[in-house]
């Protein structure tokens, strides 16, 4: 039974690390929303999983929760966005993705061996998982790092956001609820403020690229 | 108990109603209203505090001692000054045309929605809770930093959130980690985050979990506080948003955010018992004291030049908690109430100042000793006070923090001694100029609120020189309990 728990959750852990990856590489805003669609997907199934098998009610709420927020609010809001800001069809021109991608590997290396010893200790069912979630928070930070526009870096941030949560659930069961409520908030009210924000960049520079967003720098 | 409600809810409730009516012409009267109730029921609670000692309420959530006490005190207080201040110096905004009645608005309501972060952050006994106040507290003011909607703004303000956000979740992440190391040592029954339960069971917690909890924890909060090198968004923010937001930022957000390290490292000291936490500080701190004075000595827009003023503070105060043992985290906890105090009073004459002069670079701004000696005056000496000339308070604060290291670290004196020495010659020989010589300002076309700037400075002054028994008090109970005792 736990065995198939913990196979279950390695599973959905190596899903989320290979759609960090996707997202990474990914240039179509379109299909990088889709991906974080999918990611949110993923992170609903394995909480349900923990949930059940772990007989923690409170995960099903924390389950329901994302399912609300990351796989039917965030992206319709992200739709919404770009379509009102008219980039449906932009496509942002990567240079070096062999590199980012080789970098992203020694990621996943490094976060694997930071997090050996604490794997075990960890007495969930899901412990092996910390490894990938903090590899996930390390390769969204490598996403923010490469993309030079606006909205690309929020799907950066919010991937980031999806990888913490996955620790939370896998390596321990799961935060207390009224943290996880306060951190959805957190992250929705957020992201309506960058949505206000791409708006009044746009207006101020009429383009989303942050590579307009450089100029103050100390002489 | 009543009163914590009390300091929550008016904030709370002050930032509901200025969303609806925070563009009318009395609005700023109301805003300073809203501050003046959430101000007393700080004092409230305050003297409750004095006469029962510690507080644990409402479900073991919301957690009241001495360290945490002085700063609900300074935060409410800083918080009225600040809105009183600010009702001049907007209105003044307005008339430039800087800011529309939906800006105003939005600025009012913010205003008290980032007091009841700041307050939620310091009262909460739960560590997730302290982890999304922190959060809340950005999202708050990030659209007030761009509240201008210039280029140099919305980039300051983009700047601020992506790089605050990335941050905060490194502490999510420590804090997800210290739920793991609770876990083991108390067990899953959702009190694992709670800090009084932590503190109980410190020395069961796993020490590789904490050590790795706690670098994650640092580099999360010190983005906040600005520790070098993640100290980035701080100048920028400062400079670019509004004067009452930048004074609040250095003022409160900062003190805050150094007081969420400070819990957590008394749970890390706890459970590794050694001085790994205690080092890393010492090692965050040196680096942003050096950084804040050398960049400090390069600047030309006098709010960039204070808000460097303020990484080099925090780096101080960081420096002192690291070096631990009573009279370090004594002269830690004094420093964070001068800082605030004082550069909160520093930013009210700035912006005043930089209104005159029509602009915030150094060289635009000349004599304002002849048009308005207030300002020139508070000027001068908040600076002379916040470079640590006796008998102001920071000069005590200093004074201790040089002589412990003297005592303890010697190899870090010649560092601090030159920083100081350089922020010093720096700043004096900018402010020296902007407060004599010739002039070229205007008139205020509203009367400036200059009472809150003596008030701070005077407050500042009697801290150096006579420090009252019951805060004195709660400084060394504070101060033992970040040395390890109980």
């Known amino acids: 039974m ?38 949110g997907m993923t992170l609903v199934m394995s909480t349900t999983v923990m949930a059940y098998f772990t007989a923690q009610p409170h995960l099903y709420y924390s389950a329901l929760l994302t399912f609300v927020l990351k ?18 069809w932009d496509i942002e021109t990567l240079i070096n993705i062999p590199t980012t991608m080789l970098l992203g590997i020694v990621l996943v290396i490094f976060a694997f061996n930071l997090a050996l010893p604490i794997s075990q200790l960890s007495v969930s069912v899901a412990r092996g998982t910390l490894g990938i979630a903090l590899a996930c ?22 991937a980031m956001e999806n990888a913490l949560f996955f620790a939370a659930t896998s390596a321990t069961y799961g935060m207390p609820m009224v943290v996880e409520l306060g951190i959805a908030l957190d992250v929705l009210v957020g992201m309506i403020i960058l949505g206000v924000f791409m708006f009044q960049i746009r207006e101020q520079f009429d383009s989303l690229d942050i590579r307009n967003l450089e100029k103050l720098k100390e002489e | 108990m009543e009163y914590l409600l009390a300091l929550l809810c008016i904030p709370l409730a002050g930032g509901a109603v200025l969303g609806v009516i925070g563009h009318r012409d009395r609005a700023p009267e109301i805003n300073v209203a809203f501050s003046f109730a959430t101000l007393v029921a700080a004092g409230a609670l305050t003297v409750q505090i004095i006469a029962n000692g510690p507080m644990l309420v409402l479900d073991k959530q919301f957690f009241v001692d001495s360290l945490n006490v002085f700063l609900v005190a300074l935060t409410a207080f800083v918080a009225f000054t600040t809105a009183l201040f600010a009702r001049p110096y907007m209105r003044i905004e307005r008339d430039h045309g800087k800011m529309t009645p ?72 420590g804090t997800i980690l210290l739920y793991l190391a609770a876990e083991r040592a108390i067990g899953s029954e959702g009190v694992g985050l709670l800090w009084t339960e932590l503190a109980a069971a410190k020395t069961l917690l796993e020490p590789t979990v904490m050590s790795l909890a706690f670098v994650f924890l640092l580099i999360g909060y010190g983005t906040k506080v600005g520790l070098a090198p ?54 965050f701190g040196l680096v942003s004291v050096l950084l804040g004075a050398f960049f400090l000595s390069r600047q030309r827009d006098v709010k960039r030049m204070f808000a460097y003023s303020s990484i080099e503070h925090m ?89 412990t290291a003297m005592r303890d670290f010697p190899w870090t004196t010649p560092f601090l ?34 009472i809150p700037v003596f008030v701070h400075l005077s407050l500042g002054l009697m801290l150096g020189l006579y420090i009252p028994p019951y805060l004195n008090n709660w400084y060394q109970q504070a101060a033992r309990l970040l040395a390890g005792g109980s």
Not at chain 2, 146 to 170: D, H, M, N
């Open chain 1, 2 to 39: 736990t065995e198939l728990a913990t196979q279950l959750i390695n599973l959905f852990a190596a899903v989320l690390l290979l759609l960090s990856f996707a997202l990474l590489a990914q240039r179509r805003v379109l299909s990088l929303i889709q991906l974080f669609t999918l990611q």
């Open chain 1, 71 to 88: 796989v039917v609010m965030m992206p319709w809001l992200l739709h919404r966005l770009i379509v009102r800001l008219n980039v449906r």
């Open chain 1, 137 to 158: 928070v390390l390769l969204s930070f490598l996403m923010m790092i490469t993309r030079s526009k606006a909205i690309p870096q929020v799907i950066g941030f919010l």
């Open chain 2, 102 to 173: 939906p800006r105003m608005r939005l600025f009012h309501s913010m205003y008290q929605m980032f007091t009841f972060t700041m307050l939620l952050a310091l009262l909460t006994n739960n560590m997730g809770l302290l982890w999304v106040a922190m959060e809340a507290a950005t999202l708050t003011t990030v659209l007030l930093v761009a509240v201008y909607r210039t280029p140099a703004s919305l980039e300051a303000a983009w700047k601020y959130f992506i790089l605050c956000g990335v941050g905060i979740a490194q502490a999510l992440f």
């Open chain 2, 230 to 283: 993640l100290h980035n968004w701080l100048p920028d923010a400062h400079a670019e948003g509004p004067t009452p937001i930048s004074a609040v930022l250095s003022g409160l957000l900062l003190n805050v955010a150094l007081y969420a390290i400070l819990r957590c490292k008394i749970l890390t000291d706890g459970a590794l018992g050694t001085r790994f936490a205690g080092d890393l500080m010492i090692g």
């Open chain 2, 315 to 403: 780096g101080l105060a960081t420096f002192a908690f690291g070096m631990g043992g009573q009279i370090a985290s004594f002269a830690g906890l004094l420093h964070m109430t001068v800082h605030s105090l004082i550069k909160s009073a520093i930013f009210f004459t700035v912006g005043h100042a930089s209104q005159k002069a029509g602009t915030q670079m150094m060289d635009g701004i000349r004599g304002l000793i002849r048009t308005n000696p207030t300002i020139g005056w508070g000027l001068m000496l908040g600076s002379l006070a916040i470079l640590g000339m006796p008998p102001f308070g920071v000069f005590a604060s200093e004074f201790l923090i040089l002589t």
């Open chain 2, 417 to 450: 001694v030159l920083a100081l020495g350089v922020a010093f010659a720096a700043m004096l020989g900018k402010v020296q100029p902007m407060v004599f010589g010739e002039t070229t300002l205007k008139r205020l076309a509203h009367q400036p609120a200059l």
